[in-house]
C-alpha cells in the first residue's frame, strides 16, 4: 500500500464569465451566435466573488470566460484572490503567462491543444513547456456518445476523437497538475450529477481532478466522495444560493471545514506517526 499524507476531498468553487458578468449558464447551450440559456446572472462583481472564496479558503476554483468581453472581469477576480483561482477560456501561448503572472494559480487549456477535433500533441507539449507542468490543468468536458465519453470543444458544441478513459487520463497526466471535467451532458441542468464519469475519474485519473455538472443538494458533495473515492472534487454552480440555486453556500463551507478537521484528526492519529491515507493516486 502507498502511504501518504494527502489531502481530503474538496469543494472547488467556480466564477463563469459571459459578456463581463458571472452568471450561470446551461453550457449545452453555448452555440455561436446563439444567446445561451442562462440560469442566474449576478448583481456582484467578480472579484467579489473571488474575495468571498478567500475568506472562507476555498482554494483551486476556476474562473472560466464563457467568449468574449470578460478579459476585465477575469483580472479583477484573480487579483482579488491571488493565487487561489485557475484561469480557463481563450487560454494559449500568446497569453499565458499574463494570468499567471497576474495571480492565477493555474491557467486551464482546452481547445487550443486540439486541431481539426483531434488532439495535437505537440500543442500540449508546448503549453506545458511554456507555463509548467505545474501550472496547466487540461480541460477533458465531455459528452457522452455510443456509451463512451468524448471531449468537446468549441464551447462544447463539438466532439473531438479523444475518449476519456484510463489510458487516456494516464497518459495525459504526464503533461499536466490537474484535470478538470465538466459532464456537459447535465451541466447547469441541476438534473444530477453523472455517476459514471465520476467513478471512471476516480478509479483512472493518477492526478487531482474536479468534477462539475448537475449538483443538486449538498449530499452530493459525499455521493462523489464516495463514488470517486475521494479522489474526485465537485464544483457546484447553479444549485449554490450565491448563483440563485436552493443549496445554502455557508452548509458547503461548513462541510469543508469538516472534511479538512476529519482529514486532520486521520494524518495526526494514523499509526501514531502523522501519517494517513489521504488522496493516493495510482
Excluded at 452555440?31 to 445561451?36: I, S, Y
Excluded at 500568446?94 to 492565477?104: I, P
Amino acid at each position: 500500500f502507498s502511504l501518504t499524507m494527502g489531502d481530503c476531498m474538496k469543494f472547488r468553487p467556480c466564477i463563469d464569465l459571459h459578456e463581463g458578468t458571472v452568471k450561470q449558464i446551461v453550457g449545452s447551450t453555448l452555440a455561436e451566435g446563439a444567446k445561451p440559456t442562462e440560469n442566474f446572472a449576478a448583481i456582484l462583481p467578480a472579484h467579489e466573488f473571488a474575495e468571498m472564496f478567500k475568506r472562507d479558503g476555498l482554494k483551486g476554483g476556476h474562473v472560466i470566460a464563457l467568449g468574449e468581453g470578460n478579459e476585465e472581469a477575469m483580472m479583477s477576480a484573480i487579483k482579488a484572490y491571488p493565487g487561489g483561482l485557475q484561469i480557463g477560456g481563450g487560454v494559449n501561448p500568446s497569453n499565458a503567462m499574463k494570468w499567471l503572472d497576474a495571480g492565477a494559480s493555474h491557467v486551464i487549456v482546452t481547445s487550443y491543444v486540439f486541431v481539426d477535433g483531434k488532439l495535437d500533441m505537440a500543442r500540449l507539449e508546448e503549453m506545458t513547456d511554456l507555463v509548467g507542468k505545474d501550472r496547466l490543468v487540461l480541460d477533458l468536458s465531455c459528452r457522452k456518445k455510443d456509451s463512451k465519453y468524448y471531449v468537446v470543444m468549441d464551447r462544447w458544441q463539438t466532439f473531438t476523437t479523444l475518449e476519456v478513459n484510463g489510458e487516456t487520463l494516464r497518459s495525459l497526466a504526464q503533461f499536466c497538475d490537474e484535470f478538470l471535467v465538466h459532464g456537459v451532458d447535465v451541466e447547469g441542468k441541476m438534473c444530477g450529477i453523472e455517476d459514471e464519469l465520476i467513478q471512471l475519474l476516480g478509479d483512472h485519473s493518477p492526478i487531482p481532478v474536479t468534477y462539475a455538472g448537475g449538483a443538486t443538494s449538498i449530499a452530493d458533495l459525499d455521493r462523489v466522495k464516495a463514488i470517486g473515492q475521494g479522489k474526485v472534487d465537485l464544483t457546484i454552480g447553479s444549485a449554490l444560493d450565491i448563483y440563485g440555486g436552493d443549496v445554502a453556500y455557508d452548509a458547503v463551507v461548513a462541510w469543508q471545514r469538516k472534511e479538512e478537521e476529519f482529514d486532520k484528526q486521520s494524518k495526526m492519529g494514523a499509526f501514531g506517526f502523522g501519517g494517513s491515507f489521504g488522496r493516493t493516486y495510482s
